[in-house]
């Protein structure tokens, strides 16, 4: 029987509140806790878990424990967010606190095994490092990555840094599983994510949270530059200015 408009709505907006449902949970879900967590019957869970892996918005966890957010919904949700009216005041504040820092800062959102970049004001230097928006980066030697890391519940963080490939960029990128989890609870301690040297030689980065209406992480804002000019010692004396500059965007919502 052919499929009437009602029955394709209705199966869409069971398919968004699925989608709803995995980016709310702080962990993959299984088909039942699909059904748990949005009520709906779990034969229909079942059809449409099949249906949106399918088609890219839902994919098996790496750690293959479920349920978690596929690469098509993720760039729905870039192309949401860099749509968004918001866009030009989050713009301004990065424009402000680049010109206040005198360096290079970045909007990021964590996106499947990496960070995205989403707004980006450079500095007005000769020498910076070109990483320009839409760029994904590593999450286990960025300043940024490694602060969303640090963000999940235990574990989950550990279950992701054993799954993830701790490829070493640099000499300083580390690449063992327990030496990345102790720098990992170090940040979680102090909400700031460093990065020194770890992906790019002669460059250093720091980040903090921007948090969403339940306080969890949500994006990061980041500042980073050469460090000729900006060492990790000097980056983190403008972590006060970053968080302030972050209130500002978890304000917007």
Avoid at 43 to 66: E, I, K, N, Q, S
Wanted: aromatic residues 2%; contains cysteine.
């Amino acid at each position: 029987m052919a499929k009437t408009p009602d029955d394709m709505g209705s199966r869409s907006i069971r398919g968004l509140a699925m989608i709803e449902a995995l980016a709310g949970a702080e962990r993959p879900l299984s088909a039942a806790g699909i059904a748990k967590a949005t009520g709906l019957p779990r034969a229909t869970v079942h059809r449409l878990c099949g249906l949106l892996v399918d088609t890219g918005f839902l994919a098996p966890a790496p750690a293959g424990d479920g349920l978690t957010i596929g690469d098509r919904a993720r760039d729905l949700a870039l192309a949401i967010i860099a749509a968004d009216m918001g866009h030009a005041h989050r713009h301004r504040i990065l424009a402000d606190l680049s010109k206040e820092l005198g360096e290079t800062c970045n909007f990021n959102i964590p996106m499947g095994g990496t960070m995205r970049y989403v707004d980006r004001v450079e500095a007005e230097w000769p020498l910076r490092t070109q990483l320009p928006v839409g760029t994904q980066v590593p999450l286990h030697c960025t300043a940024s990555g490694k602060l969303y890391l640090s963000s999940l519940p235990k574990a989950r963080r550990e279950k992701l840094v054993h799954a993830i490939a701790l490829e070493p960029h640099t000499p300083r990128t580390l690449t063992s599983p327990a030496a990345l989890l102790d720098s990992l609870e170090r940040i979680r301690k102090d909400k700031v994510g460093t990065d020194d040297q770890e992906f790019i030689d002669g460059m250093a980065a720091v980040a903090v949270p921007v948090l969403d209406a339940k306080g969890r992480l949500a994006a990061t804002l980041a500042c980073h530059g050469p460090t000729v000019r900006m060492p990790l010692e000097k980056a983190l004396t403008f972590v006060p200015a970053l968080r302030r500059a972050a209130g500002k965007l978890s304000h917007m919502g």
